[in-house]
């Protein structure tokens, strides 16, 4: 009763200060200071601590070094460079540039993860968007549909998210198999979301901008033979994928190889310091991943968390059969939104993990819960967070009242279309 009283206060003070973050508080001292005081409280094994360990290190690992890759990347100018090529090419069409955008986000997510799609995006579209749209208004649907994207698309590969990393690295998953489940649902789920976004903001889109006063995309471009190694890089990312997820390879082994590279190319051709890079990198995140895996797992030993994974064990059953993988994924969607997308990744994974057979599909359902559901809420993700305190640093203000008023409907349309789309996957593969 003691343990999980103990287990029971530290679980809710470390998610109230992940949500609320109070001062700005970056999420990393919360689930650093709770993971110690679970240690010395006693609320968790050794052996616990070395199979939290082995879950979470290949996640985080892996969002490092797609991280350091896209700092090399865009040291060189390259996403400048094709938000750019993006405006040209739109001829001055609100409507072709929101559609261009929307699939440079996607790619960019699916390749580089969302967290790395926010925090080289964002700053570029809001220099852009500030460039060809004098009004605030006018950057608005660009805005919102560029941020909900960077983390509703996050479903395609494996390394697009953290979450999904440490649902593929607990369940086996390779990375084929998990591209070709979740290639539909992504594919409903863009169109859902392109067209909600686009008939909120109809009016918008309609103001066409003047195409001149963009910069040529070749003037971001510092060292054209980087650039060439750049696509070169994103190139073996995905092949790099394909063979070690059937070598059963760490993900952060593909990662980590291209990222290598690009920042010893970038540090010869003197475009900037690595140390810099390394500096810039989000570090916290380790202690984030770790800390909260060992408040979360202190809690679901205490027998605190049945309310959530036994509906959640019982629904990823396969006798519970399509409708229990899609209750399974409404679960986690909900539980996302509510306290952030990782604890309610952990505690999907201590569910699946309590199981005696797993659903295929309830693990893909779950996965498009904990990507999609955190835009219900300003507090759901981490990339929403980053993505609203970059928009503010550059003079766009979002509050939260104003988020959900825009994207609560977007997000259940979303998540309705994408488990549609998992549905039909299903039967063509299942």
Known sequence: ????????????????????????????????????????????????????????????????????????????????????????????????????????????????????????????????????????????????????????????????????????????????????????????????????????????????????????????IRDWPVFWAGIGALGFLVVGYIIGGELRLPVSLVAGTAALAMLALVRVCGLRPVGEMLRAAPWSILIYALGMFVVITAAYDAHLLRFVTEPLRANVMPQAGPRGALVAGSITALLAAAVNNLPATLIGVLALRSASHISAMAIYAIMLGVDIGPKLTPFGSLATLLWMGILERHGIHISWRRYLRENWWVTLLVLGAAFAGLLAANVLLG
């Not at 287990?7 to 700005?24: E, H, I, K, M, Q």
């Not at 220099?127 to 560029?146: D, H, S, W």
């Not at 909900?148 to 369940?171: E, R």
């Open 1 to 220: 009763m003691v343990h999980m009283l103990l287990a029971g206060v530290v679980l809710l003070a470390v998610l109230a200060l992940v949500v609320l973050r109070p001062r700005g508080l970056a999420v990393a001292w919360p689930a650093g200071i709770g993971a110690v005081v679970v240690l010395l409280l006693g609320l968790l094994s050794l052996p616990a601590l070395v199979t939290i360990f082995r879950d979470t290190w290949d996640a985080a690992a892996t969002l490092i070094a797609l991280f350091l890759l896209s700092e090399a990347l865009d040291s060189n100018g390259f996403f400048t460079w094709a938000a750019l090529h993006l405006a040209r090419a739109a001829r001055g069409s609100g409507w072709r540039l929101y559609a261009a955008m929307l699939l440079l986000t996607t790619g960019v997510t699916a390749l580089l993860a969302n967290d790395g799609a926010v925090l080289m995006l964002t700053p570029i579209f809001a220099v852009l968007l500030t460039r060809i749209y004098t009004k605030e208004q006018l950057r608005l649907p660009f805005v919102f549909a560029a941020g909900f994207f960077a983390d509703a698309m996050s479903g395609l590969f494996v390394p697009s998210n953290l979450t999904n990393i440490i649902l593929a690295g607990a369940t086996h998953l390779p990375f084929a198999q998990v591209a070709l489940w979740m290639a539909l649902p992504t594919l409903c789920a863009f169109l859902m979301g392109s067209t909600a976004f686009a008939l909120r903001f109809r009016r918008q889109l309609c103001v066409s901008y003047e195409a001149g006063v963009v910069e040529s995309p070749e003037t971001a």
